[in-house]
């Protein structure tokens, strides 16, 4: 394990080396310590689940750093939905999308994922750079919120290659979580975006 600061300019360019080797890093997001392989690498997401101790039926979230690696992971986006991703992104909205044929099985068994741009700017930089990361909180499954590097080295240890350290983050915030696979929206959990002002996007 490794632990550098985001500060640190070999930072970026060290977790995507990890990535490539089929590695898992742990950073700092606009809620919590996020644990990641890439989005298109089966190994390295099943060394996620296995450092978690979660179930392999739980699909994976996926977080992305700008709207142009949006359609290498879905199937389509409608237009409704991609004007409601440039209006609430980045921030606190989950959109579960059709899955593109890209995803490996691994990431998601189901038809559908969920994608999130996040809002801070470390996370979005490094995103761009890696593509797009599987992304699950970095502890073991229902253990602690780790809102810190050291929470992160507490639970999960060595199973991390790499671990970029920008002090501690705010907690836990739920995203609005949103079915917009189909031809309405349905909010799965609410967060703070509400279905009204989603809805006055998706209609306009």
Same mark, same amino acid.
């Given at each position: 394990?490794?632990?550098?600061?985001?500060?640190?300019?070999?930072? =970026?360019?060290s977790?995507?080396?990890?990535?490539?080797?089929? $590695?898992?890093?742990?950073?700092?997001?606009? /809620?919590?310590?996020?644990? #990641?392989?890439?989005? *298109?690498?089966?190994?390295? =997401?099943?060394?996620?689940?296995? #450092?978690?101790? @979660?179930?392999?039926?739980?699909?994976?979230?996926?977080?992305?750093?700008?709207?142009?690696?949006?359609?290498?992971?879905v199937?389509f986006? @409608? &237009?409704?939905? @991609?004007r409601?991703? &440039?209006? *609430?992104?980045?921030?606190? !909205?989950?959109?579960?999308?059709?899955?593109?044929?890209n995803?490996?099985?691994?990431?998601s068994?189901?038809?559908?994922?969920?994608?999130?741009?996040?809002? *801070?700017?470390?996370?979005?930089?490094?995103?761009?750079?890696?593509?797009?990361? %599987? /992304?699950?909180?970095?502890?073991?499954?229902? $253990?602690?919120?780790?809102?810190?590097?050291?929470?992160?080295? #507490?639970?999960?240890?060595?199973?991390?290659?790499?671990? !970029?350290?920008?002090?501690?983050?705010?907690g836990?915030?739920?995203?609005t979580?949103?079915? %917009?696979?189909g031809?309405?929206?349905?909010?799965?959990?609410? $967060?703070?975006?509400?279905?009204?002002?989603l809805?006055?996007?998706?209609? &306009?």
């Amino acid at each position: 394990m490794n632990i550098l600061s985001t500060d640190n300019p070999l930072a =970026i360019s060290s977790a995507m080396q990890v990535l490539q080797q089929d $590695g898992l890093i742990a950073f700092p997001t606009d /809620t919590i310590y996020g644990l #990641a392989a890439s989005a *298109f690498n089966p190994k390295g =997401i099943l060394k996620i689940y296995a #450092a978690k101790q @979660r179930s392999e039926e739980k699909a994976l979230p996926i977080l992305i750093g700008d709207f142009s690696q949006l359609d290498s992971l879905v199937l389509f986006i @409608r &237009e409704p939905v @991609r004007r409601i991703a &440039e209006t *609430f992104w980045p921030g606190a !909205l989950t959109l579960i999308l059709p899955k593109g044929p890209n995803i490996p099985s691994e990431l998601s068994g189901y038809p559908t994922i969920g994608i999130r741009m996040p809002n *801070f700017a470390f996370t979005l930089n490094l995103l761009q750079k890696t593509g797009p990361l %599987a /992304t699950t909180s970095a502890n073991i499954s229902d $253990g602690p919120n780790p809102t810190s590097a050291e929470d992160v080295v #507490a639970q999960l240890g060595e199973e991390v290659d790499l671990i !970029l350290d920008g002090g501690p983050t705010p907690g836990p915030i739920a995203s609005t979580v949103v079915d %917009a696979s189909g031809p309405s929206l349905k909010i799965l959990r609410e $967060g703070p975006i509400t279905l009204v002002e989603l809805e006055s996007v998706f209609e &306009e």
